[in-house]
């Protein structure tokens, strides 16, 4: 099969990711929260940057390796971590860390993950990022960092835009709960999506299986409950300063939206921003990432990284995002419709379409490098940032 024939774009891989996962998984996977108007906002922003085309430049071939962080990245993108991605697609975890090892990008593993950061770190290699939720308790903080370090994660993500669970409405009419329950309801949608049953009856019922562990151990816990109750919601800056004390390589605060917050991270040593706003999954005020980029770039100043999500479907959405500040771009959603759609090679498939519409649209702009996108904004703007 041709799957540029059949899949030339991730909305198509999307409309099949529909019809081959059960209604439940789809709600998780594809809501935000509220109206869901931060969902759509993130794709009219981008949708509103026009970039002008570059005539004459003569024979050139596009660069997409990308350095951050002390490491040079194949190209300028990178798998976001989602919570309970084993919901998704059963073993998406595992997926998705042996494809960014292959082609060297980075993978994100979040806390709320379906599998162990022992089992997930070393298929990643030395792509691996691990997603923290901040633990309430401060041993269980400790031993997460000792366990995501001997796994081989090399970067650590600090979620900070979690302050209280999100209502996600959807997700709510469709009865989801963490473990999913047994109703005759999800027994029904289930039985409607043969593939996904049985692949999820080979690697078991998606649990919080990490943060379970501690559960176990810990002497307050109630008999029942989400183990989620085990991590801090609403970490401060002395959380951060623990963190930057506990963690030996690089530190990134991932949910960043004022500018303000970006240039207090820089001072307190964290080692790169990243301006999301939770894909309109927690908040539905806010505003679109892309759009407060230049603001946040203009505060940290020249040099210092800023990664971005939000929307991004395709290379031009990254070229945009780093056209008006990102030096890196993540996605989390698209990585799961193209999982969903076809399996593991549904994502080597989306990480194809992603280089292919990056080169073909740095070839239109005239550009050799992803980083010189601002120079081809339209109207012109000032881009002299010299990340």
């Known amino acids: 099969m041709d799957l540029d ?26 809501s935000a929260t509220g109206t869901e108007s931060v969902k759509h906002l993130n794709r009219s922003a981008l949708d509103a ?19 951050l962080l002390g490491q040079t990245f194949s190209a300028p993108f990178g798998i976001a971590p989602i919570g309970m991605s084993g919901l998704i697609w059963p073993g998406a975890e595992a997926a998705l860390a042996r494809l960014a090892a292959r082609q060297r ?16 770190g070393p298929l990643a290699g030395d792509m691996g990022w691990f997603q923290l939720y901040p633990p309430r308790d401060a041993d269980i903080r400790t031993d997460l960092l000792k366990r995501a370090k001997a796994a081989g994660f090399r970067v650590l993500v600090l979620t900070v835009d979690v302050p209280a669970p999100s209502r996600r409405e959807r997700q709510l009419r469709a009865d989801l709960a963490f473990p999913p329950r047994k109703t ?16 999820t009856l080979r690697m078991g019922v998606p649990r919080l299986r990490l943060m379970e562990e501690y559960k176990r151990l810990d002497g307050t816990a109630p008999s029942t409950g989400h183990a989620g109750y085990l991590l ?6 002395d959380y951060v300063a623990a963190l930057r004390d506990g963690w030996q390589g690089p530190l990134v605060l991932k949910g960043i939206l004022r500018p303000e917050d970006g240039t207090r991270a ?21 505003p679109a990432s892309v759009d407060v980029l230049p603001d946040i770039r203009a505060a940290v100043g ?74 081809r904004l339209w109207p012109a703007q000032d881009t002299d940032r010299s990340r």
Request: aromatic share 8%; no cysteine.
């Open 49 to 67: 940057i026009r970039m002008a085309p570059s005539a004459l430049d003569g024979a050139f071939q596009p660069e997409l390796a990308t350095p």
């Open 302 to 375: 020249p040099g210092y990284p800023v990664i971005a999500d939000g929307g991004v479907e395709s290379g031009l959405d990254i070229l945009r995002m780093m056209a008006k500040g990102a030096d890196f771009v993540m996605l989390g959603r698209a990585w799961h419709y193209a999982l969903a759609a076809l399996g593991p090679r549904g994502a080597a498939h989306l990480d194809h379409i992603l280089r292919e519409d990056l080169i073909a649209n740095m070839m239109q702009l005239g550009l050799t490098s992803p980083r010189d996108a601002g120079q």
């Open 266 to 286: 820089k001072a307190a040593g964290v080692d790169a921003v990243w301006v999301s706003n939770h894909a309109g999954r927690q908040f539905d005020g806010a």
């Open 105 to 120: 990008i980075p993978y994100g593993m979040s806390t709320v993950a379906t599998r162990l950061p022992e089992e997930i």
């Open 5 to 30: 024939l059949r899949f030339p774009a991730l909305s198509d891989l999307r409309q099949r990711a529909r019809r081959r996962i059960p209604h439940f998984a789809w709600e998780y996977l594809d």
């Open 232 to 237: 801090r919601v609403n970490p401060d800056w």
């Open 184 to 199: 005759p309801r999800m027994f029904a949608q289930t039985a409607l999506r043969p593939e996904w049953a049985l692949r």
